[in-house]
């Protein structure tokens, strides 16, 4: 087809649509050759073409639909008699989500156009059609001596349309009927074909995940059955399989049983890259979490990150991190957040995502987590824990209890540091200039011992390195020993694990972290006791993990290094990295998912109430920032931040989660993961 043709398929694309849709039933023509000249030579082809007829019982005239399936997708180019008239339409490669074909589905597909081509007689078989099938809707034992009578292969397309203002998925299904033989097994030939030339398509359309399945790898899904209203099984079963299956994805399908399952699932499980082509969480932003300091906690981490996608289905009461996927690659979310977020974890693309490195320090330890949504202190972090008393009745408890903390509005004394983001001149940027003017007349940055530690990275430089090769890497991982190795880090692990409990137990459902510990050498192993060897594994886990790139937590952060410091009370400090903190809560509209950028809204004391309720409000619509300089509210993009609360009560939160009250410290590793996406890099 033409380039003028496709354009008219894309202008009558929705004019098309509907007159297709109530067509049922077949019947062939005499161009069965064409078929099957096509076929033949077509193997290696990138296009098929295939005419096609559909019986328009009202009007009792078959219509003619050519089909053609090409690198851009499958057009339908109708032709009637009747004023020479020609409808088009395009479902694009990117639209099909799969296809299957075999003989005829027993339950009625919705939406259907059956076509067909035949050699036989056009009459003949149309009068043996309606013999053969007087009810379409009778599927008993009529319906199975038909389908034995039927030598047709069908080929079943399906298609999520994607459709603008407002922006939803149309679900189509085209079925095209194969019958230019009598033997089934020729016509099976021929719809096999176009069923790979479509995976084919795919492939080449940039779709990762086609490859990754092409090579036997499977998906694999972590469903929390307790996460959000506690139904994610029943969902998954009716909402999400059923895609899965037309999508052709093959997946290992793994139900988390407790706290750490997902995390201990992914970080130990040792043929993970060989087996998966990604990873699907089924579940909140809590399981999104700890699959992510699952994959940080691998030797292996930097490969893992590399080829493992991750996907996530929404079935919390958050949804964060789902709908910022959503709209960064311009999905819909509502009114059916699982059959979308499906949709783009089928689409077999990926983009980098930015993730947070967070320290924390609790008593005498010294902790790394890794974290991919937010950091809150103070008003929303407030909220959000304290009003978990009222999970009972649904979102309605955050608007309830935000009125309750305006009532009784808290500040919170402590220090704050940041690093502003720069602009390509060198100059912090945008809110960051106002920031940094502020911070200019406030106190000095304390001056302190120098940075030992090379130069922050510019978020300009959007990959994430700390190592100069990531071969040297694994080179080195199946260099040395790996089962002693392996024995020594779970004996260390199930350490760790003690100190988690008792750490985060009653407050805190987080347990990724990780222990800094001295450095010991790993030279002469063997020789050592098991504790020494724990430590050894432990330092050299440590040296392979990514490195931060600013001072500790327990030094000081230098002016010199462009770190700006304010002190005082604050309502809040909340720091975000996606848009979207909950589905309905449009946090920070500027980011980008790789954007290297973490957005530090900073909320002084002052504030006044009716502000504060203003800010509250606009959050669901994004529009709660203040357009001009503001010295109560305030945003500023930095690459890296601190706090130091001064008292010892207060709540802070990772992702949502509450952590323990007390110094914390984050900086940006842009485009660390990649997230599964429609739209790809
Ligand atoms: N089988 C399980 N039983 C109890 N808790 C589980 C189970 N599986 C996982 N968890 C824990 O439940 C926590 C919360 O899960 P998740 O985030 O999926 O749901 P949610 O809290 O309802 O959603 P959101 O984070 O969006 O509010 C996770 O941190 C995880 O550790």
């Known amino acids: 087809m033409t380039a003028n043709l496709k354009q008219r398929a894309e202008r009558q694309e929705s004019e098309v649509d509907s007159p297709l849709k109530p067509m049922l039933h077949?019947?062939?023509?005499?161009?069965?050759?064409?078929?099957?000249?096509?076929?033949?030579?077509?193997?290696?082809?990138?296009?098929?073409?295939g005419i096609f007829y559909v019986e328009n019982r009202r009007r009792k005239q078959n219509i003619k639909i050519v089909v053609k399936l090409c690198p851009d997708g499958v057009y339908l180019r109708r032709e009637t008699t009747q004023n020479d008239h020609i409808n088009e339409q395009l479902i694009r490669i990117d639209d099909i989500i799969g296809s299957s074909c075999g003989q005829r589905l027993k339950k009625r597909t919705r939406g259907g156009l059956n076509s067909c081509k035949s050699t036989k007689n056009q009459e003949q078989q149309q009068q043996q059609e309606q013999h053969q099938h007087p009810d379409e809707d009778d599927y008993g034992e009529e319906d199975q001596q038909r389908k034995a009578a039927d030598t047709s292969a069908y080929l079943y397309i399906y298609a999520y349309l994607k459709k603008e203002k407002p922006l939803r998925r149309v679900q189509t299904l085209r079925i095209l009927r194969f019958r230019t033989s009598d033997d089934y097994a020729e016509n099976l030939a021929t719809a096999r074909l176009w069923h790979r030339t479509i995976r084919k398509h795919k492939r080449r359309s940039g779709a990762?995940?086609?490859?990754?399945?092409?090579?036997?790898?499977?998906?694999?899904?972590?469903?929390?059955?307790?996460?959000?209203?506690?139904?994610?099984?029943?969902?998954?079963?009716?909402?999400?399989?059923?895609l899965l299956r037309e999508a052709e994805t093959q997946y290992d399908l793994q139900i988390t049983t407790h706290p750490n399952y997902a995390q201990e699932f992914v970080r130990s499980r040792k043929d993970l890259m060989e087996r998966y082509s990604g990873i699907v969480v089924a579940s909140g932003d809590g399981l999104f979490y700890e699959v992510l300091n699952g994959l940080m906690g691998r030797m292996d981490w930097r490969r893992a990150c590399r080829e493992?996608?991750?996907?996530?289905?929404?079935?919390?009461?958050g949804n964060g991190l789902a709908k910022s996927i959503a709209h960064h690659c311009n999905e819909p979310y509502e009114p059916k957040p699982l059959l979308h977020a499906t949709l783009i974890c089928v689409a077999g693309r990926a983009t980098p995502m930015d993730v947070v490195r967070v320290e924390l320090n609790h008593?005498?330890?010294?902790?790394?987590?890794?974290?991919?949504?937010?950091?809150?202190?103070?008003?929303?972090?407030?909220?959000?824990?304290?009003?978990?008393?009222?999970?009972?009745?649904?979102?309605?408890?955050?608007?309830?209890?935000?009125?309750?903390?305006?009532?009784?509005?808290?500040?919170?004394?402590?220090?704050?540091?940041?690093?502003?983001?720069?602009?390509?001149?060198?100059?912090?940027?945008?809110?960051?200039?106002?920031?940094?003017?502020?911070?200019?007349?406030?106190?000095?940055?304390?001056?302190?011992?120098?940075?030992?530690?090379?130069?922050?990275?510019?978020?300009?430089?959007s990959e994430f390195r700390d190592l100069p090769d990531d071969e040297d890497v694994e080179l080195r991982d199946s260099q040395s020993d790996p089962d002693q190795f392996a024995d020594a880090l779970s004996l260390d692990r199930s350490i760790y694990r003690q100190n988690a409990?008792?750490?985060?137990?009653?407050?805190?459902?987080?347990?990724?972290?990780?222990?800094?510990?001295?450095?010991?050498?790993?030279?002469?192993?063997s020789r050592l006791n098991v504790t020494q060897r724990i430590e050894a594994a432990n330092a050299e886990f440590n040296q392979l993990m990514p490195k931060g790139t600013i001072p500790g937590l327990q030094l000081p952060l230098p002016a010199a290094d462009g770190w700006l410091h304010e002190e005082g009370e604050f309502v809040m400090v909340?720091?975000?990295?996606?848009?979207?903190?909950?589905?309905?809560?449009?946090?920070?509209?500027?980011?980008?998912?790789?954007?290297?950028?973490?957005?530090?809204?900073?909320?002084?004391?002052?504030?006044?109430?009716?502000?504060?309720?203003?800010?509250?409000?606009?959050?669901?619509?994004?529009?709660?920032?203040?357009?001009?300089?503001?010295?109560?509210?305030?945003?500023?993009p930095v690459?890296?931040?601190?706090?130091?609360?001064?008292?010892?009560?207060?709540?802070?939160?990772?992702?949502?989660?509450?952590?323990?009250?007390?110094?914390?410290?984050?900086?940006?590793?842009?485009?660390?993961?990649?997230v599964m996406t429609t739209t790809g890099q």
């Open 26 to 49: 077949t019947e062939a023509d005499a161009a069965a050759e064409e078929l099957n000249g096509a076929a033949g030579a077509a193997e290696e082809s990138e296009e098929l073409i």
């Open 208 to 242: 990762a995940g086609e490859t990754a399945r092409a090579a036997g790898k499977k998906l694999l899904i972590l469903l929390n059955p307790k996460s959000g209203s506690g139904k994610g099984r029943e969902l998954f079963q009716k909402q999400v399989a059923p």
């Open 308 to 317: 493992l996608p991750m996907g996530i289905i929404p079935c919390g009461s």
């Open 363 to 461: 008593r005498d330890k010294h902790y790394v987590m890794y974290s991919f949504l937010s950091i809150g202190w103070g008003l929303i972090a407030d909220i959000d824990i304290e009003s978990e008393k009222l999970r009972s009745i649904g979102s309605q408890r955050f608007f309830l209890w935000a009125i309750r903390r305006l009532i009784t509005l808290r500040c919170y004394r402590g220090k704050i540091y940041y690093l502003p983001a720069k602009s390509s001149t060198g100059q912090p940027a945008g809110a960051a200039a106002a920031a940094a003017k502020a911070a200019e007349s406030g106190p000095e940055t304390p001056a302190g011992q120098a940075n030992n530690q090379s130069e922050p990275q510019s978020p300009e430089f």
């Open 501 to 525: 409990d008792s750490w985060h137990s009653a407050v805190s459902r987080r347990t990724a972290y990780y222990s800094i510990g001295g450095h010991s050498s790993r030279s002469n192993r």
């Open 574 to 636: 909340h720091a975000a990295y996606t848009t979207h903190l909950a589905s309905d809560c449009f946090f920070a509209p500027e980011s980008r998912l790789n954007d290297g950028l973490i957005y530090l809204v900073i909320i002084r004391a002052g504030v006044g109430r009716s502000q504060l309720l203003n800010f509250l409000l606009g959050l669901h619509s994004g529009t709660h920032l203040p357009l001009e300089e503001d010295p109560h509210i305030q945003v500023v």
């Open 639 to 674: 690459r890296a931040f601190r706090i130091e609360p001064s008292g010892s009560h207060g709540i802070i939160t990772i992702d949502g989660e509450r952590v323990d009250y007390g110094p914390i410290q984050a900086e940006v590793f842009p485009g660390l993961i990649n």
